[in-house]
């Protein structure tokens, strides 16, 4: 099935994935769900992703990460903020902080797919795509 909204559907198995404690989980690989998935890994949200298949059959496997002998989920919450019928864009000055810090933005600028922090270290704004904590 074709899903309008890629982030989201990519948001939202890792979610289902988290919550069945699922090792793995598959996502259609795009360049922007490559680009978050290689910010997740970055920040330690995620193990490893990689690409399988070509074309339009291509997926992108996620390895999700769990703590402790309960297996406890990393990524406690993932919330879409920017969405085709209403975009949040953010200047420089005005990037958001999730959390006081705990957690991360994912902005997409003219740079490139980058969490917050480092937004604000090269000094750039853009759309603000989602909240990871």
Request: with cysteine; net charge positive; hydrophobic share 35%.
């Amino acid at each position: 099935m074709a899903a309008n909204d890629t982030i989201a559907d990519m948001l939202t198995r890792i979610r289902n994935a988290n919550l069945a404690r699922h090792q793995t989980t598959q996502v259609p690989a795009t360049k922007m769900t490559q680009s978050i998935a290689k910010v997740l890994q970055e920040e330690g949200f995620i193990t490893d992703f990689e690409t399988s298949g070509e074309g339009w059959s291509s997926k992108l496997v996620i390895s999700l990460k769990y703590k402790g002998k309960n297996r406890q989920p990393i990524i406690t919450t993932l919330k879409r903020v920017s969405r085709p019928g209403l975009r949040v864009y953010s200047n420089r000055k005005d990037l958001p902080r999730v959390l006081g810090g705990i957690g991360i933005a994912i902005i997409s600028t003219s740079s490139g797919i980058m969490t917050d922090r480092q937004a604000r270290q090269q000094n750039v704004g853009g759309e603000v795509l989602c909240y990871v904590w």
